[in-house]
């Protein structure tokens, strides 16, 4: 199978007014279960995440808790606005990988694959979610926004607002493949696909500014040995 060329981030992520630098990746076709060295844009990767920065700050999410999204919010302001750190000078990426990567799915998949049901991610009055509906911003993004204003920018858990804040939102390449394995044995997949097929279609249907890495936990230790990323594991 072809790789597919994709665009993984289609603006420029931005840093309460200063640009992050983003990149077009080949993102792997489904080929191989375990993503080769070849396949994989290690240079691009470490621009990205190896950008200029006083703070680090690697949070790890395994069990889809949206809860997270909070935790590096405050994190953020409290280094911005507590500590007095540039904001272009905060380097925070999000390693969710088990349940949590999807919060790189965009909706084509979540519907696709009924990955809530998938995943038993219910809404508060107990119905399955049938998006991400992490994603899209509830604010206008305005870093002169006041941190105390409860429907600003600063207050807003969105991905997307938080990509624009400078966080990095990782995909992983192994939980993609085998998640797309058991969908095809559960039968949420459409008849005919294979697991090939659908890790394919999920990796070519990612949010923007997704990166997808060859495997999470052994990004995590590239991030923390070579990049001096700070570990912050969520275990709520």
């Known amino acids: 199978m072809n790789r597919t060329k994709f665009l993984t981030a289609s603006a420029t992520l931005v840093a309460a007014g200063a640009a992050v630098p983003v990149y077009a990746q080949n993102v792997p076709g489904g080929t191989n279960l375990v993503e080769r060295r070849a396949n994989f844009d290690e240079a691009a990767f470490a621009r990205l995440l190896g950008r200029p920065a006083d703070i680090r700050q690697l949070f790890e999410a395994v069990s889809f808790k949206p809860g997270m999204f909070a935790n590096v919010k405050n994190s953020l302001n409290g280094l911005h606005f507590g500590f007095g750190y540039a904001p272009d000078r905060i380097a925070v990426a999000i390693a969710g990988h088990g ?6 799915y965009n909706d084509y998949i979540w519907q696709k694959y009924k990955i809530g049901e998938f995943f038993g991610v219910k809404d508060d009055a107990g119905n399955t979610v049938a998006s991400n509906t992490w994603l899209k911003a509830k604010s206008t993004f305005d870093p002169a926004a006041d941190p105390d204003d409860d429907t600003g920018m600063y207050q807003d858990t969105s991905i997307e607002t938080l990509q624009k804040r400078g966080v990095v939102m990782l995909t992983c390449h192994t939980a993609v493949e085998e998640q797309s394995r058991a969908l095809v044995r559960r039968g949420l997949a459409p008849a ?45």
Not at 207 to 217: E, F, L, Y
Not at 223 to 234: M, W
């Open 192 to 236: 005919g696909m294979t697991g090939t097929d659908v890790a394919s279609d999920i990796l070519s249907h990612l949010i923007p500014g997704s990166v997808v890495v060859p495997s999470m936990v052994g990004t995590v230790a590239v991030l923390q040995a070579k990049y001096a990323y700070t570990y912050v594991a969520l275990t709520f």
């Open 99 to 104: 349940p949590s990567a999807a919060f790189g």
